[in-house]
Antibody
Framework: QITLKESGPTLMKLRQMVTLTCNFSGFSLSSSEVGVGWIRQPPGKAPEWLGVIYWNEEKRYNPSLKSRLTITKDAPKNEVALTLSVLAPVDTATYYC????????????WGQGILVTVSP | QSVLTQPPSVSGAPGQRVTISCTGGSSNFGAGYDVHWYQQIPGTAPKLLIYDNNKRLSGVPDRFSGSKSGSSASLAITGLQAEDEADYYCQSYDSSLSGWLFGGGTKLTVL
């Protein structure tokens, strides 16, 4: 059974940097074709893809956020981290980590999400 | 273009069949990338229903089915039930974005 869970601070201030951690179980990020991604969803809006990191260290970032976003992995600890810098109120959203596996470009399993609020 | 367009809302009575459309462009569906469908009940995380155009994730009722043709895709739900009331999102990969793309979502109301 694959599970993912996000953790981290939930209230941030303008221009701060946030680091969120995804702890997962039921799969290994050392296994071929496996990836963990991050998706966010502002209140009342559609999900937005942020980035993904694959078993082979390949990383893909949303071009609109690339300059502010870093995703890293610690496969032995079953952890993936997302760091987003220079926060603004528009970054207020629920942040989800997700499991993906090539060759599909779908997100098979999602964490419960963590709401991060950025105050002005 | 790098947009997936869905109708804002659809509705149907219990037992009926409804379809939700998703229109893409030359850099996603037209480029051969697959469509995937998610269901989100308010207050919960999205859940994958259909992947790679028409494959149901294990445990998803066969009342849900997906299809894709050219630059359009659709999700069909037969035998509509009250528990199907939710937001539905289509998603694909986009070569212009060099990344993943979601539609704007469709709210399904069961009358």
């Amino acid at each position: 059974q694959i599970t993912l869970k996000e953790s981290g601070p939930t209230l941030m201030k303008l221009r701060q940097m946030v680091t969120l951690t995804c702890n997962f179980s039921g799969f290994s990020l050392s296994s071929s074709e496996v990836g963990v991604g991050w998706i966010r969803q502002p209140p009342g809006k559609a999900p937005e893809w942020l980035g993904v990191i694959y078993w082979n260290e390949e990383k893909r970032y949303n071009p609109s956020l690339k300059s502010r976003l870093t995703i890293t992995k610690d496969a032995p600890k079953n952890e993936v981290a997302l760091t987003l810098s220079v926060l603004a109120p528009v970054d207020t959203a629920t942040y989800y980590c997700v499991y993906t596996k090539l060759p599909s470009y779908s997100f098979f399993y999602w964490g419960q999400g963590i709401l991060v609020t950025v105050s002005p | 273009q790098s947009v997936l367009t869905q109708p804002p809302s659809v509705s149907g009575a219990p037992g009926q069949r409804v379809t939700i459309s998703c229109t893409g462009g030359s850099s996603n569906f037209g480029a051969g990338y697959d469509v995937h469908w998610y269901q989100q009940i308010p207050g919960t995380a999205p859940k994958l229903l259909i992947y790679d155009n028409n494959k149901r994730l294990s445990g998803v009722p066969d009342r849900f089915s997906g299809s894709k043709s050219g630059s359009s895709a659709s999700l069909a739900i037969t035998g509509l039930q009250a528990e199907d009331e939710a937001d539905y999102y289509c998603q694909s990969y986009d070569s212009s974005l060099s990344g993943w793309l979601f539609g704007g979502g469709t709210k399904l109301t069961v009358l």
